[in-house]
């Protein structure tokens, strides 16, 4: 059981470039959900999903999106990264909205 | 204003010392409060969480909740090297499925 993963752990980006973090869970979690963690600023949430084929924006969306195709993956994207990206993006996933479970985090770099 | 407001520290105390964090939020809508530690590098993991006000107790940690204040605590009895992290406190936004973090505290116990 290895709970929330996440792909990559480290990525150094172009300002400009594109990518897409990768979040999966195997426990059957109808909740996932995408944080950034910057210092000083705690976790917030970018946007979030309550089902497979659903997604909401959270407090700090602009920037990003998100698909949720199939319920154990919740991808996050950066069409045209940003230096005001470079962060530390966390995913969770929870049975109970109060109740997350986090991944390991990816540390986003852009250059 | 910040949702959520929570002293960075760090806070540096003895082995075996009782330790108080606290937060403050300015939402009376605010429902369920939890508590998560981090560890460096890590994400973070539930430690505690409580519904409504009053207290709950789990082995040597503590959460109380204190809605007409606005004011929640987590205490560590006992304190051990391996409660060093950073303790984040976390709220039920009005919305359901939204939270708010606070910035996390940095505890650090001493041998």
């Known amino acids: 059981n290895a709970g929330v993963t996440q792909t990559p752990k480290f990525r150094v980006l172009k300002t400009g470039q594109s990518m897409t973090l990768l979040c999966a869970q195997d426990m059957n979690h109808e909740y996932m959900y995408w944080y950034r963690q910057d210092p000083g600023m705690g976790l917030r949430l970018i946007h979030y999903s309550v089902g497979e084929g659903t997604t909401a924006k959270g407090e700090v969306p602009d920037g990003y999106n998100v698909s949720r195709l199939k319920k154990q993956n919740f991808l996050l994207g950066l069409e045209s990264a940003a230096p005001s990206q470079t962060s530390v993006y966390f995913c969770a996933s929870s049975y109970r909205a109060y109740e997350q479970y986090f991944g390991p985090g990816t540390r986003l770099t852009v250059t | 204003q910040k949702e959520v407001e929570q002293d960075p520290g760090p806070l540096s105390v003895p082995e075996g010392a009782i330790v108080s964090l606290n937060c403050t939020y300015s939402n009376s809508a605010f429902q369920y409060f939890m508590w998560y530690r981090q560890y460096s590098r890590k994400g973070p993991e539930l430690l505690m969480y409580t519904y409504s006000s009053g207290n709950k107790e789990d082995g040597r940690f503590t959460a109380q909740v204190d809605k007409s204040s606005k004011y929640i605590s987590l205490f560590i009895r006992d304190s051990q090297p391996s409660d060093s992290a950073t303790y984040l406190c976390?709220?039920?936004?009005?919305?359901?499925?939204?939270?708010?973090f606070g910035s996390g505290t940095k505890l650090n116990v001493k041998p």
């Open positions: 976390a709220m039920e936004g009005d919305n359901f499925n939204k939270f708010y």
